[in-house]
């Protein structure tokens, strides 16, 4: 009975070990939403993915768990940011190439 209630400790312990480490960083989510954003042909939606993308870059400031590169970082973020003005006034090509400028960045950030 005793090696089953510590067999049973292990396994829980493991299951939410494992849950923690799977779970993607505020950059990694940054750079999903700024590839949604980059693939998006309708302005007001382009504009929605990049705000959210926006929203993680700046939330991974305060990550500790990962080096990032702040310059790239930080680049990123003032693309997103043209992404944005550019996605509200439909002018998608222009939104859509910030958006790609600013996934490019997030990957140099994150080596």
Do not use: W
């Not at 396994?11 to 779970?23: D, E, N, P, V, W």
């Not at 993308?53 to 043209?82: P, T, W």
Request: proline share 1%.
């Amino acid at each position: 009975m005793k090696t089953i209630t510590l067999f049973s400790g292990f396994l829980l312990m493991a299951f939410l070990s494992l849950g923690t480490l799977a779970a993607p960083s505020n950059l990694d989510q940054a750079i999903q939403h700024a590839e949604a954003a980059m693939k998006s042909e309708k302005g007001k939606s382009l504009a929605e993915h990049a705000a959210e993308a926006k929203k993680y870059a700046n939330a991974s400031k305060s990550d500790s768990d990962k080096v990032i590169n702040r310059k790239h970082l930080d680049e990123g973020i003032q693309c997103l940011s043209d992404a944005i003005k550019e996605g509200q006034n439909d002018d998608v090509e222009a939104a859509q190439k910030s958006a790609k400028d600013a996934v490019e960045h997030f990957k140099q950030a994150a080596k």
